[in-house]
């Protein structure tokens, strides 16, 4: 009984180990430790602080009738009428349809595009041949989107060289970018074509992660290459494809205006006038800010929407999820 007394539990104080240190103290040991590394995010952080929270302030004007004359806080308050505005205005539906349907194209023939060009060059087996087919397919991303235009513009002109080609055959010369039916299959096409190499990077190294003893154990089996595509690869990079076709899922309502613009005239603004065209000549040409704002922030909550409803899905069928 007397040792059962003498042994009373340690409080609190006297339990907590002397060199336990506070958050605070954690932190600093970690920044004079780590200074190098929070020196080199540092430029990063300020990027994304300056340019992309920042411009959050501004997005109280989609609820004004903002006036650069007024300002921000001077303009007057009122609600969603230009959310009502664009939701009944003629161009709606037209701009919803184009936008979903380019990026739908470019889901359906461009984000298959890359897996299947990594799987091809994972199957060369000459590394001189595999390389020189590496730079061949990466060169086009690093062309300009105006250099891009300029070539399509000069390839598919009556005179243009796919033209003089279809001369040949007895066919007669087609105007495509001034053809609203052709709009779709150049944008995305040429898409595929300048993107596609510089996409298969991902997979490939995804691919080079796989254990090849998979493959040893599979041609022991008898397995021919087109079973270990199937049954190895393809399987060991699933979780990459997963996580790249979620991402994609997030830019279904957004279309990159540069490219567009360049291609697109009033001809083809049937098929080609997407959102964020739209969005340039009501803000830039019309200095609609206030109508604009209100437009892309309603891309914004739906991208969101779209990308969290892809994580969640996928999070429920497989084991495979971006957060």
């Known amino acids: 009984m007397w040792q059962i007394s003498k042994n009373k539990p340690m409080n609190k104080r006297s339990a907590k180990p002397k060199n336990d240190l506070s958050t605070a103290q954690t932190i600093r040991k970690d920044l004079r430790r780590n200074w190098v590394i929070y020196l080199m ?21 989609a609820f004004k009738d903002y006036s650069p004359a007024t300002g921000i806080w001077g303009s007057p308050w009122v609600g969603f009428k230009h959310f ?4 009944n205005g003629v161009y709606f539906w037209r701009l919803i349809r184009n936008t979903l349907l380019l990026n739908v194209y470019d889901l359906i023939f461009g984000f298959p595009a890359g897996i299947i060009l990594a799987l091809l060059l994972n199957e060369i087996r000459k590394m001189l041949f595999k390389r020189f087919v590496q730079t061949i397919s990466y060169l086009p991303h690093f062309i300009s989107i105006v250099v891009v235009a300029g070539m399509m513009f000069d390839f598919l002109s009556r005179d ?13 010369p087609i105007d495509f970018l001034k053809e609203a039916g052709w709009f779709r299959f150049i944008f995305v096409s040429s898409g595929i074509w300048q993107g596609v190499g510089w996409g298969s990077i991902i997979y490939l190294a995804a691919i080079a992660n796989i254990d090849p003893t998979l493959y040893e154990a599979a041609k022991i089996d008898g397995a021919s290459r087109w079973k270990q595509i199937f049954h190895i690869t393809i399987p060991g990079i699933m979780p990459t494809i997963v996580i790249m076709l979620i991402l994609n899922m997030g830019h279904l309502l957004s279309v990159g205006s540069e490219k567009v613009l360049l291609l697109y005239n009033p001809l083809t603004y049937e098929t ?7 969005v340039y000549r009501k803000g830039v040409l019309e200095a609609s800010y206030s109508f604009t704002t209100a437009v892309g922030l309603f891309n914004s ?3 969101l929407i779209l990308i969290v409803s892809a994580n969640a899905v996928s999070k429920r069928v497989s084991e495979n999820k971006l957060w």
Do not use: K, R
């Not at 243009?160 to 007669?172: C, H, K, S, W």
């Open 84 to 87: 009502d505005s664009f939701f």
């Open 272 to 278: 080609a006038d997407v959102i964020s065209t739209y």
């Open 41 to 61: 995010a540092l430029p990063v952080i300020a990027y994304y602080v300056i340019f992309h929270y920042g411009p959050m302030y501004g997005l109280q004007i």
């Open 301 to 303: 909550v739906i991208s």
């Open 160 to 172: 243009g060289l796919i033209n003089q080609l279809l001369g040949f055959i007895g066919v007669e």
